[in-house]
């Protein structure tokens, strides 16, 4: 069964930084591309970062540019979000999903910031 | 910005068929995907690649795209239907970011 679980979320202070993972299993992760996607509580769904397979290629949303990073280990079969600068608009749901058609994703993990 | 334009919401009685648009300039040129969220639960893909529906994903959800709008079409709404849909695109420039529709509310009553 592929599976998609994230981990990392919790609660950190304006300016803060939180590193979220997620960890893959049911299927060959070095194949894909993975992606990160939120959703801020009571709003719609925002991409937010892409790598591919080999993490040659890397995109950003704009709104996270120069703040957030993007990584996978593959041999760990795990796709990383690194967080800095963290802004109260950032609280959402991260999560992470699979390939080009974001398919399947997993259940999610909650960052707040707040002071 | 690259933007998709949904309806916030639709509204149809069990048994009709209900039909959620997605317009974006891209769209000629990139695939759209829909995606069905339900309260409380993580996104499930219903439509790739325009039209194609992923297995496990009732015939009744069927998509189409020509030119700058893409649609998904649920032929025979069932109360179980009832969700927020997203479309999902990348922009036609050559940095390949992806970008979500605002998402619809399908209401089945």
């Known amino acids: 069964e592929v599976q998609l679980v994230e981990s990392g979320g919790g609660l950190v202070k304006p300016g803060g930084s939180l590193r979220l993972s997620c960890a893959a299993s049911g299927f060959t992760f070095s194949s894909y591309s993975m992606n990160w996607v939120r959703q801020a509580p009571g709003k719609g769904l925002e991409w937010v970062s892409s790598?591919?397979?080999?993490?040659?290629?890397?995109y950003y949303a704009d709104s996270v540019k120069g703040r957030f990073t993007i990584s996978r280990d593959n041999a760990k079969n795990s796709l990383y979000l690194q967080m800095n600068s963290l802004r109260a608009e950032d609280t959402a749901v991260y999560y992470c999903?699979?390939?080009?058609?974001?398919?399947?994703w997993g259940q999610g993990t909650l960052v707040t910031v707040s002071s | 910005s690259y933007e998709l334009t949904q309806p916030p919401s639709v509204s149809v009685s069990p048994g009709q068929t209900a039909r959620i648009t997605c317009s974006g300039d891209?769209?000629?040129?990139?695939?759209a995907y829909w995606y069905q969220q339900k309260s409380g639960q993580a996104p499930v893909l219903v439509i790739y690649e325009d039209s194609k529906r992923p297995s496990g994903i009732p015939e009744r959800f069927s998509g189409s795209s020509s030119g700058t709008m893409a649609t998904l079409t649920i032929s025979g709404a069932q109360v179980e239907d009832e969700a927020d849909y997203y479309c999902y695109s990348t922009d036609s420039s050559g940095n390949h970011r992806g970008v979500f529709g605002g998402g619809t509310k399908l209401t089945v009553l």
């Open positions: 790598i591919s397979s080999s993490s040659s290629y890397i």
């Open positions: 891209a769209l000629p040129k990139k695939y």
């Open positions: 999903a699979r390939g080009l058609e974001l398919d399947p």
